[in-house]
């Protein structure tokens, strides 16, 4: 039988923490590196947006799901990786393309290092420090796409 996909929803904190960061982003003001992704919805075609960390690591820019394998990386895929990055009344629009599983651990650790503190809750314990073995195993639970 085959396991679904990790997706951890937003409980209630974690939305209205996602709606407060979205809100001031969208005003032009980083929090930590943060960005409003906007992608088309894969049914509506309306524009979709959620709060992202965007993540400059080793000379490349990516997007990690903490959450695992949500609206917005279902999306993202569907959208063929188009998509834009708001800050203020700043629009960049980019194509992603996903990161193989294989590839993951250095990006995932240096992830965790830079925000543990604010989604560590959706990585079970493991933290900057764990082994690439560690993250090599967890890395399907978390898509990962690097910005072109």
Do not use: C
Not at 17 to 28: E, L, M, P, Y
Not at 29 to 46: C, D, K, N
Not at 81 to 108: C, M, Q, S, W, Y
């Amino acid at each position: 039988m085959a396991v679904p996909p990790r997706h951890v929803e937003a409980g209630r904190g974690a939305a209205l923490f996602n709606s407060v960061v979205r809100w001031i982003t969208a005003r032009g003001v980083s929090v930590w590196g943060s960005r409003v992704l906007a992608v088309r919805g894969r049914r509506s075609g309306e524009w979709r947006t959620v709060p992202v960390n965007l993540l400059a690591h080793d000379g490349g820019r990516y997007l990690v799901a903490p959450r695992g394998h949500t609206q917005w990386v279902r999306n993202l895929r569907a959208a063929g990786g188009a998509g834009e990055l708001r800050l203020g009344g700043r629009t960049e629009a980019f194509v992603a393309d996903e990161v193989a599983d294989a590839d993951k651990p250095e990006i995932l650790r240096e992830y965790l290092r830079r925000w543990k503190f604010e989604v560590g809750v959706f990585f079970d314990g493991i933290d900057h420090t764990a082994s690439d073995e560690t993250l090599l195993a967890i890395a399907p639970g978390y898509p990962v796409f690097r910005l072109r």
